[in-house]
C-alpha cells in the first residue's frame, strides 16, 4: 500500500524533519563519503536561484506569504576548473542524512559528504541543450539526486532541480535560512498527497517560467545575484523532460499532464496521485520500480496510469533493489558500511542487496538512454536501449 512505500520508505528524513536536529561537525579524520563520478565528457557548473511566485499564495505552508523555493540549475560549463568547488549539500541536508543514518541503519561513528563534481558560476558551455526538471522524494532534498543529476549533465544536459518547501525535510534560501518540513504532516498524510503533488507541479511550471526568462535576458533570482556566463544559451526551452524519485515522480506525471512543455518523465519507484492517474499521458513515459516483487501488477496508481497512458511508455523493475535505491542514500549507506560505521544488514534494509555499483549505472543508463531517445541524441549515448539488458534489470507489465 501507499503508506508503505511513500510514508515509510520514501521519505527520507520525514518522521526525523518535525523536530530540530543538532549540528554535527564531523572529525577532520573522519571517513568521507564521495559521490560515484561522472561518466561523460562535459564540465559541469552550478547556480541557485532564489525563485518567488508572485501570482501564487504559499498553501503548503500556509503563512500567507507568496510561494518561493530555490532552483539549483547544472548545466555543461567551460573553464570550470577555475570556479570554486560546489558542496555536495549544504549543513542542514548533511544532518538529515546523519539522523537518518543513526536511527534507521545504527549508524555508530563519525562521517561527513565530500564535495560534489560541480563548480559554483562556471561559464555555460555553448548550447543550446536539452532541459531535465528534477523533484525528489517527499521528505528529501534535490541533493539526494546528485549521482543522476551529475552523470546526466557530464553527458550535455542542463538539470534544473527543485526543492519543495513544506514537504521536503530541509530548504536552504540565501544566507543560509532554512525552512523545515511542516510538523506534523505526516498525520493524515494520504489525504494531503494530492494537493502537495499540485503545489510542486506548480512549482515545476514556475522553474520553466523562470528559465524562459533567462532565456530571454531576464534575471529571475529575487536577489538579482548574477549569473553565470552563457546561461541563457545554454538552455533548450523546447526539449524539456522531467524525472523524480517517490513523490518526485507523481509529480513529473501530473506536471507533464498539465504542461505540454514537458516532452518526455520518468517515474522513480513512485505511486501516481493528482488526475493523471486516470488520464495519463500521451508522451513517452518510463517508469522505473524497485525489485521487491512485480510493482505494476499490484500498485493500483502505477497500473491505471500505465494503462491510461497513450504515448510510448516503459515500465522496469531493478532486481534486489529497495525504494531508497533510488536516491544517494545508496551512495552513502554503502560506503559507510564499508568503513565499518553502519552494520552491512541494517544498510540493507534500506537501499536492499543489489551492488550500488550496478544499481548506479543501470539507473543512469536507463535515464540516459531514455531522454537520449526521446531529444534525438541517441548518438551520445554510450548504449544502445538494446544494450541495457541486465539480469537484474527487468521489463514490468501490468
Known amino acids: 500500500m501507499f ?36 561518466t561523460g565528457s562535459e564540465s559541469i557548473g552550478v547556480v541557485s536561484l532564489h525563485l518567488v511566485d508572485e501570482n501564487r499564495v504559499d498553501e503548503v505552508l500556509n503563512n500567507g506569504r507568496k510561494r518561493e523555493f530555490p532552483l539549483r540549475i547544472f548545466y555543461p560549463a567551460v573553464d570550470a576548473e577555475k ?39 562556471a561559464p555555460a558551455a555553448a548550447g543550446p541543450r536539452p532541459i531535465l526538471l528534477y523533484s525528489p522524494g517527499f521528505g528529501s532534498s534535490s ?69 524562459a526568462a533567462v532565456v530571454a535576458g531576464r534575471n529571475p533570482d529575487a536577489e538579482q545575484r548574477p549569473l553565470p556566463a552563457g546561461l541563457g544559451g545554454v538552455l533548450d526551452l523546447s526539449s524539456v523532460g522531467m524525472f523524480g524519485h517517490s513523490l518526485g515522480g507523481a509529480t513529473s506525471a501530473q506536471a507533464m499532464l498539465e504542461d505540454p512543455r514537458i516532452r518526455a518523465g ?12 486516470d488520464a495519463g499521458v500521451d508522451r513517452p513515459f518510463l517508469l522505473m520500480s524497485s525489485g521487491e516483487g512485480a510493482f505494476l501488477n499490484w500498485e493500483p496508481s502505477r497500473r491505471d496510469f500505465f494503462e491510461h497512458s497513450r504515448g510510448a511508455k516503459l515500465a522496469v523493475a531493478l ?13 552513502v549507506l554503502s560506503q559507510l558500511a564499508a568503513a565499518g560505521v553502519v552494520p552491512h544488514e541494517d544498510a540493507a534494509k534500506s537501499i536492499g542487496t543489489i551492488p550500488v555499483t550496478d544499481s548506479i549505472d543501470l539507473q543512469r543508463g536507463y535515464l540516459r538512454t531514455f531522454f537520449n ?8 549515448s554510450a548504449q544502445a536501449p538494446w544494450q541495457l539488458a541486465h539480469p537484474q534489470m527487468r521489463l514490468d507489465r501490468p
Do not use: C
Request: charged content about 20%; hydrophobic content about 50%.
Open 266 to 277: 520518468v517515474d522513480m519507484d513512485g505511486s501516481i496521485f493528482g488526475s493523471v492517474r
Open 373 to 380: 531517445t526521446n531529444f534525438g541524441r541517441l548518438a551520445d
Open 3 to 38: 503508506v508503505v512505500r511513500i510514508a515509510l520508505r520514501a521519505l527520507l528524513v520525514a518522521a526525523l524533519l518535525i523536530v530540530p536536529v543538532k549540528t554535527a561537525v564531523a572529525q577532520a579524520d573522519a571517513p568521507v563519503v564521495t559521490l560515484p563520478a561522472p
Open 319 to 331: 532486481g534486489d533493489s529497495l525504494h531508497m535505491s533510488f536516491s544517494d542514500l545508496q551512495v
Open 83 to 121: 570556479w570554486p568547488a560546489d558542496t555536495w549539500a549544504p549543513e542542514a541536508v548533511v544532518d538529515d542524512f546523519r539522523e537518518y543514518v543513526t536511527k534507521y541503519a545504527n549508524g555508530a561513528g563519525d562521517w561527513r559528504l565530500g564535495n560534489s563534481h560541480a563548480r559554483v558560476g
Open 143 to 211: 541533493m539526494v539526486g546528485a549521482a543522476l543529476i551529475e552523470e546526466l549533465v557530464s553527458h550535455g544536459y542542463v538539470v534544473a532541480a527543485l526543492d519543495h518547501p513544506g514537504d521536503v525535510g530541509a530548504v536552504v534560501f540565501p544566507g543560509d535560512r532554512v525552512v523545515r518540513q511542516i510538523p506534523g504532516i505526516e498525520v493524515d498524510l494520504e489525504s494531503k498527497l494530492p494537493g502537495l503533488v499540485q503545489a510542486r507541479v506548480d512549482d515545476a511550471r514556475y522553474a520553466l517560467d523562470a528559465l
